[in-house]
């Protein structure tokens, strides 16, 4: 039947083959295993570690003004 | 015009030496010759160097054009690269492709996050402010603490505060660049066996030191803490009663490198008094400064600025005061002295014995005419042959003698603090002789809470080191191994001593000679209380938590006089103050509750007055003492030799700051020299030597000697030679290691004059060189047609305060530089139509009468504007990037030269040259009259800079940050000390002064807010903010009721080559010399 044999066709012209299957995979872990490892420190330059980041907190006893002007208090 | 005829011919007459003594031509004159002819006709116009002065052909050729000489030579062809086109693209395709798939983390600058964690008070982009005390100095200033999102970003003045009044200097300015320094010590670390430091835990720190202190203490072993002056209380109660309480043998040695001591010390023996007391320098009609630099580097200078610059106001309705400075070097208060004398500073003495001869025993002014005693040891001065022998002007001396007769009890003597005991007796006997004595302040005086340690007790100190009876030293933030004299011998005494601990910020020499180094918080981070006067406390408060691994150093202490590592918590400190403030001076709130309402009144307010002033004791002055002047005191007398005299650095201080670059690339106010120190000397010295500039010399003393470059200062007396301390530090960060020449090592515990100043030195000419680099010639410009430009264009405009009295329009009637001819042309109009501002349109004035020429602006600009430290490479190739600088002119002679100072920045001309000249509009004018910069259309072409007639345009060459030692500017700490209103520029980018538009926004914002129209006098540029005296005002030009409004149409009024009809916006407030002639008009321009 001709619109059995035309279903057929369509079916096995999307499938991808085993091989390029593997390929393409394989090629994409690989890839995915080298953008999480190398460290992204090897391109940076003159720029110092970020190893130990600064935190920045308020001294929550000090007390604070709004306003450079003379206080007078 | 006749006086230029004459100049240029008094020029061409001429004849030089250079240095093997050979007669070279005019032409060729540089700073490396000076002139024979001694008796040369006083030039007035003015000049910035030697080489302008004598015409340098190099300097002309360089000043017609912008650019240093080779910027724009055509590259060598044979230097380049020998890769073909086609493999260079391939190359860069290929590189590019590697680059792009690689960098997808490139510079990763971390992740935008919500900030769902906000304190409640704080709003994203609202500063808030924070009282606190600067502890850069000795002087305790008030400061207020600016911080965005929880970063101190910048520092200012404390308005309440009463001494500094909200100014403070360049160190305090710069301080925050010490907050974020990222060579700052991160952990405790100990030293074994000379190796160097390994990390440990401050658990562990403590421990091992807290046993070792024990066991020192337990077997009689002193333990010496060893600190710069003590000005808290809860600091010296901690060190002197706590700390000895748990270790009975520790004893407390404090120093400075600087004092007031033979000031003080002279001031006890003719007084009884301890200390010197505060003087009413703003009631003194008539100062005479003797050596004594008042307004630059010694003293308070921010409120010894403050008090004379009321007397320097020509619309405040108060008579100008008269500065006389006679001195050997030339300082900054000299060389704005009304009258300046220049005198060997070792004859110095003799001057004031001579004047107080000629008061008390010829104009009998005093009831001591009648004290036998007195006159007997004054009779063998003769005022007239001392001004004879020491070739003075007998018109000034007479001025001067007149004057202070005039002004008894309302005139002031003051004398250098590196001047010797015996002349501050002088000293203070010709202000009793004068009854300048009212003029103490009685009521107030200056807390000493813990007195300077003595020499003698510095010598048993160093003496028991050696012996093996101390057995811990600890340094409590100080560095004496760099700041005491060498002859103590203090370095090879420490190695002596068992235990050795260095609290410090940062590395240092006696960190470098320590067992332990145990780093502590910096001001920002730090509780505290300072007393410096009696009639008020401040308080210091940290505005964040410690940045790193670090702890507050009087933490440290009570920890270990708790005996304990576990005594440690974070607010240990907080609370001792807390503690001592209930039992002292917040004793009278009473109960806790009120207590604590009066505690965070003062942290808001960070002064706290004293009621009832403590009485003085034995610090009340007694009637003068005559046996102090009879008594058997050496006087200095002149020498043969040369003069050595050790000055403070302008902007390092004591050299503890050497790390912060901002304060390394501040020109001194006279050479404007950056990142060294040198010996000043007198261009008869320099003439005598056979020595030019960077020429290096060695100066041998009684004390040693060391080799240091020469710079030729005009201004100074011959036979003197002057050295800043501070430099030449051996153990320092980056930035500062190894920057100018250590002159510490000059000073001398057994100088026969002073620790500060010899007598005896002898100089030798080594014949090496090294190249110093000043900003002065930097910026100069121009061509054939405008030459002598600075004489012709009227830059600089003076006149004296009596023709000022006698005539207001003096300034506008007088103006005779052009002639009738050239007046005609100038009365073209403008080809651009003027635009019309009828809303607010922003202007600045400068007083030059108030400006000093100290830099205490460029300091504040850098901060507020995020400007980069270059380096001395890049200064030299004129790419400092200062957006306000300081123009230094002389006038006269270069060995009595009169200076002008002039602040210049961004004009921002109505018509602005630069605008019309940018090919894609990056430059252009707001309606309020704002010349602004976009850099993200800026592509570099400099047409803008090439263009701006007043060189006040900077170019990034580099991205200064990364080129700038090993891109230290790049770190993380670093990144968040910049200012987050103001863009950071990189490189290829053009930036100017701004008016501090970040200011005149936050306004705008306000008066949307709040429904009203912007107010002038509500912004305040951050230059402003830091002028000591006052000299720069901010404001709207076409608000009439406003301050601002009168003083930017004032008769002294002028703008800065207005012919050229650019129409600059800021306007400079001619100066008055307040001299007792009315000069020619000529002289003045």
Known sequence: MPEKNNLIKNTESVTIKRKKFFIYSGSALLGLFAFLNIPSSLFRSGIASKDSTIKITENPNAVKRKSRQVNNG | MPLRENQDKSIMDKKVIDISGKIIETAAVTETTVPVNENQEKDSNYWRSFRELYNDPDFIREKKNEFMPGALDRPDENSFSKVSRRKFLALLSASAAVAASGCSNFRDKGEIVPY????ESVTIGNPTYYASTCTGCQYACGILIKTLEGRPIKVDGNPDHPVSKGKICAIGQASVMNLYDPERLKNPSERINNTGGNDITWAAADDKIITQLKSAASSGKEIVIVTNKINSPSQKKLLTEDFKTAYPTAKVYSFELFSDANKNSAFEKCYGAKTFPLVQLDKANVILALESDFLGNEGNKVENSRLYSQRRDAFNGEEFNRLYSVEGNASVTGMNADYRMILRTDAIEEFVYCLLNEFVSKQKVSALSADGGVTGKLQSYNLNSFVEKNNLSKETVAHLIEDLKKNQGSSFVTAGSMLPESTHIAVNLLNEVLGNNKLYIKDVSIVEQVPLSSKSELENLISDMKSGKVGAVIHFDSNPVYNLPGDYGYADALSKVPLVISLTETINESSDKSNFVLPVNTMFESWGDFQTRNNFYSLQQPVIAPLYNTRQKEEILLTWSKGTKDAFNNEIYQKYVMDNWKAGALQSAGSDANFMKQWYAALNDGVVSTKTVSAAGENSPTAFKSEALTSGNSKLTQSNETVLILLKSSSLGDGRFANNGWLQELPKPLSRIVWDNYAAISVQTAKALSLKSNDIIKVTTSAGSIEVPVFIQPGTAEGVIAVELGYGRSVCGTVGKDVGVNANKMMSKNSKVSQWMFNDAKIEKTGSVYELVSTQEHFAFDEPLLKDIQYRREIIQEGTYLQYKEDPDFLTAHKTKYSEEETEKLKVGSINEQYVHTGTKWGMVIDLNKCTGCNECAAACNVENNIPVVGKDQVKANREMHWIRIDRYYSGTPEVPKTSFQPMLCQHCDFAPCENVCPVAATSHSADGLNGMAYNRCVGTRYCSNNCPYKVRRFNYFNFRDRFRDSVQLEESYSLMANPEVTVRSRGVMEKCTFCIQRIMEERQMAIQENRYVI?????????????????????????????????????????????????????????????EIEKTEEHH
Do not use: M
């Open chain 2, 1016 to 1076: 002038g006098s509500n912004v305040k540029t951050a230059c402003q903010e830091a002028c000591n005296t006052s000299a720069i005002h901010f404001g709207d030009q076409n608000d009439k009721e406003a301050e601002f409004y009168k003083l930017n149409n004032s008769k002294l009024g002028y703008t800065v080559l207005e012919e050229i009809k650019v129409k600059p916006n800021v306007t400079y407030l001619a100066k008055l010399r307040n001299v007792l």
């Open chain 2, 116 to 119: 769902n964690k906000k304190p």
